[in-house]
């Protein structure tokens, strides 16, 4: 607002969000070697890399919106505050989508039909386009982001951070090539690591056989096709039924494929479920391998990556495993063998990106081994507690142990609990990919030779044609993005980072990984602190999907309601872990709050004589309505600072609107009013009002930072808002003048009530009688005498002392009556009365109508007469009465 320019009316978000956002970025102050002041303490925080998959959704938009919040509070408080963009190349949820997309054009198989390289060319442009627009909507929820660190997964940079630690890993025999059964998506054509599995719930077929009619022990299975590969039946070791077998090897001729199957005991089967025994297939099930591994069983492969039989699966090679299932049902049936089909409840495993069921198949692999000891390498910089240089430890330990010793903090709680669980159940981490979009294993093979880390010099060398897992190289992202392997400047002063601010959907796709990748390879925390936060929910509290239509757009909503309203909808009224409903009235609703502040803010600085050269003064107060309200703030400004320490944004928000809406607008503006109209009070009230809103918009600004730093411009402070200081204002509070100042509200308040009750309009004043004991100090006040009446409407105010001192209070009401306009409203009556009167007495003289009409009329008539003689006689005397 300029002098000569009005201040508008409304705030509109699209005429300021750009325009301030590219204030901040031309200032530099994103980047924290840019901040102002001296600053002593670091603040760091990697933002979690979107994928660079499509745009932003409400997700992100939460994401974004939180750590907004963390990184401007930390930055106001002279904290260097680091925020790390980047995106994140997402492997295999990319190739999948970019696959997708070539076969819409009708590209058929595109892989083979473009080969690797103009693939891959295709996904980078894919990639690069699909970055521009996160960024560009990134920008949008006005996130302070230092963009001159950006990163991303699979730069150079990043990519000598996984070759340095995959070298590192492989040095110390974690890592290592292994023949395993692995989740196999025949879709995706790759491997999947194991939580990357889903599970659906599904009804599948049981069926009960043997495999042919000399074998002696029946088996059960939702999957005969596999049991070509059987190599054993396993049996618990105390079941009765089957102990004479144990040991022994039985050949069979199951649908004319011949197996050796061995009879092994052990207490992993469950003798009561189907039929007690278990067809063991090596090949095709995790268990089952282990099973092999322990008995020294033969794998025979009967279905191929391309979820196909395999010549091993003998007259059935070539056929769909859906098909071969069919054909061996068949012949069980044909041959008697079948015992019965049952219905189950089955819990299909299916590859989390495109939905394919899951074929577990054996494959060489490389795996990171969670159990095997190494020695531990302890970084001097910001060590962790409790285990020294060279210590023999595990990953699964180191793991466990930062967490249970509280060097990383979860938040909330309950999420401790889920972590260990999954670390108990956690088996080695198979890394590598069969995709091509991705980081290519560093491994060089020529004949019997490996080399592992760089390219090696000379001819012959052929590089592993697998890409790693992409949480490998995002598992690195707290220290790769600060210039690790290098020993930078930023990696000192940023790392460990303070807090790690995702979705509790991937602690454990990401969150943990970190924590082993960095615990391992730098030994030290990724971060002190972890916020988890909810997952976003329609108002019936469904998952957003397409399919359901019920997906808000954060971009739509920007563009209706501006960034500041969309980000608080996503704060106020959340809890950490917790998901969250959402819909486009919250975000609406808190459009009305912006507005509601920019209308606050446009009265005070249009009231107040001058805004310029204001620096707090008078602070202490007056009356007792400033006195009361600067102590309120002091407590706002304590308690917001302490729940944004604890990461308890929503209940910050909610204090602060509470303040803002009801103490500040509804009450203390109301009274200032009352103040301004005695000239020696206009001065402090006005430094009241100044003070109370250059704090406010301090303390809404990491919340809502575009309507905040509008405003700001006119304090016609040299720096933005965005790196004012803190408020750290204390005003000692009065009791005394608080239980005062809240009494007078509750008189204030009452008298409305009473007002509404009895449907007294809000034009009409009344008089009002108070009768008055302790408080009575209060009444002596002239400001809060004046209050109760422009407030409350009251024309005359009589205070009546002769109460006890101990006596609290009462009030009587006289509605106040205009005499001119009653009586007007009287003898209008009247007149109608009299005139009806007349009416019924003409009726009832006239004979021809009383004499034909039924006497049931005719006395009703008589009676009506009588009442409004009577009503003509009451309205007669209230006239008299005036
Ligand atoms: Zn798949």
């Known amino acids: 607002m300029t002098e000569n320019n009005e201040f508008p009316k409304a705030y509109e978000p699209q005429n300021h969000e750009d325009k301030i956002y ?398 260990f669980h999954w670390i108990d159940n956690l088996r080695d981490w198979n890394i590598s990919r069969q995709i091509w979009f991705g980081h290519q294993v560093p491994v060089w093979y020529r004949e019997n030779e490996i080399v592992v880390g760089s390219e090696p010099q000379g001819d012959d060398w052929k590089r592993d044609e697998d890409t790693l897992d992409t949480w490998f190289s995002s598992g690195l992202w707290t220290f790769s993005t600060l210039g690790w392997p290098d020993k930078t400047k930023d990696f000192e002063m940023f790392h460990p980072n303070t807090i790690m601010e995702t979705g509790y959907d991937i602690l454990f796709f990401w969150v943990s990984r970190m924590i082993l990748m960095t615990t391992y390879a730098i030994g030290e925390v990724p971060f002190k602190n972890v916020y988890l936060h909810g997952l976003v929910r329609d108002e019936q509290g469904r998952k957003m999907s397409k399919s359901l239509g019920n997906v808000i757009d954060p971009l739509l909503m920007i563009e209706k309601y501006g960034a500041d309203a969309t980000r608080l909808s996503l704060v106020v009224g959340t809890s950490p872990g917790n998901d969250m409903k959402m819909s486009e009235e919250k975000i609406a609703g808190y459009r009305n709050f912006t507005n509601k502040l920019w209308n606050i803010a446009r009265y005070v600085l249009t009231t107040v004589g001058e805004v310029k050269g204001f620096e707090g003064k008078e602070r202490e107060g007056k009356t007792l309505a400033d006195k009361w309200i600067l102590g309120r703030l002091s407590e706002v400004v304590e308690k917001v600072t302490s729940h944004l320490e604890k990461y308890e944004f929503s209940q910050a928000g909610e204090l602060l609107r509470d303040f803002t809406w009801s103490d500040f607008a509804d009450w203390y503006l109301e009274i200032s009013k009352v103040q301004k109209k005695q000239p020696e009070l206009v001065a402090s009230t006005d430094a009241v009002l100044l003070f109370v809103l250059e704090t406010l918009l301090k303390l809404w600004h990491p919340f809502m930072p575009f309507v905040t730093e509008e405003l700001w411009k006119n304090f016609g402070s040299e720096k933005m808002l965005i790196v004012e200081n803190w408020p750290k204002f204390e005003q000692k509070e009065n009791t005394q003048d608080k239980i005062r100042f809240e009494r007078l509200k509750e008189i204030i308040e009452k008298i409305r009530n009473w007002r509404a009750e009895n449907k007294v309009e809000p034009k009409e004043k009344i008089n009002l009688s108070l009768i008055v004991g302790e408080y009575f100090e209060i009444f002596k006040d002239t400001v809060s005498l004046e209050a109760i009446k422009v407030l409350a409407r009251v024309e005359n105010l009589v205070i009546d002392e002769s109460a006890e001192k101990n006596f609290d209070y009462q009030f009587k009401i006289d509605r106040q009556i205009d005499s001119g306009k009653e009586r007007e409203r009287l003898e209008k009556e009247l007149s109608e009365v009299q005139k009806y009167l007349v009416d019924l007495d003409g009726k009832l003289a006239n004979e021809e109508f009383t004499s034909k009409a039924p006497a049931k009329v005719v006395e009703s008539m008589k009676q009506k007469k009588e009442e409004a003689a009577k009503k003509a006689e009451a309205l007669s005397q209230q006239l008299k009465n005036i």
């Open 22 to 419: 590219n204030t901040w970025l031309e200032s530099g102050l994103f980047n924290p070697d840019n901040l102002p002041g001296e600053r002593t303490e670091n603040f760091s925080m990697v933002l979690p890399p979107p994928n660079v998959t499509g745009t932003l959704h409400l997700g992100h938009a939460v994401m974004l919106a939180i750590e907004d919040i963390m990184t401007r509070f930390a930055r106001m408080r002279g904290k260097r505050a680091l925020w790390v963009p980047g995106t994140d190349h997402a492997a295999i949820a990319t190739q999948t989508k970019v696959e997708k997309l070539l076969i819409k054009e009708g590209i058929e198989d595109p892989r083979r039909t473009l080969g690797r390289e103009e693939f891959l060319n295709r996904v980078k442009k894919f990639a690069s386009e699909s970055h521009d627009t996160i960024v560009h909507q990134t920008k949008k929820m006005g996130a302070s982001l230092d963009w001159s660190r950006e990163c991303y997964t699979l730069d150079e940079d990043r990519n000598k951070a996984v070759n340095t630690v995959f070298k590192m890993m492989y040095e110390d025999g974690l890592i290592y090539r292994g023949h395993r059964v692995i989740n196999w998506c025949p879709r995706c054509k790759s491997t999947l690591a194991d939580d990357e599995v889903q599970h659906k719930e599904t009804t599948g077929k049981f069926y009960t056989f043997k495999y042919d009619k000399n074998f002696p022990i029946s088996i059960s299975t939702t999957r005969p096709e596999t049991k070509l590969g059987d190599t054993a039946v396993a049996i618990h070791p105390a079941d009765e039924r089957y102990q004479k077998y144990i040991g022994q090897t039985i050949a069979a001729d199951f649908c004319g494929q011949k197996l050796n199957i061995k009879i092994i005991s052990d207490e992993e089967v469950d003798p009561a479920f189907g039929t007690g025994a278990l067809g063991v297939t090596p090949s095709h099930s995790q268990i089952d391998a282990e099973m092999a591994y322990k008995n020294d069983l033969t794998f025979v492969t009967v279905i191929g990556e391309d979820g196909n039989m395999t010549p091993e699966a003998g007259s059935f090679s070539g056929l769909s495993a859906l098909t071969a299932r069919q054909k061996i049902v068949e012949i069980l049936e044909e041959q008697g063998l079948l015992e019965k089909i049952e219905d189950v409840p089955q819990n299909l495993s299916i590859c989390y990106r495109c939905e394919s069921t899951i074929e577990p198949l054996p494959k060489l692999q490389w795996f990171i081994g969670v159990n095997r000891p190494f020695k531990f390498h302890a970084s001097t910089h910001a060590p962790i507690e409790g285990i020294i240089e060279g210590q023999e430890v595990t990953l699964k330990q180191l793991m466990q142990h930062v967490v249970r010793t509280n060097q990383i903090k979860i938040v909330p709680e309950q999420f401790v609990n889920t972590y």
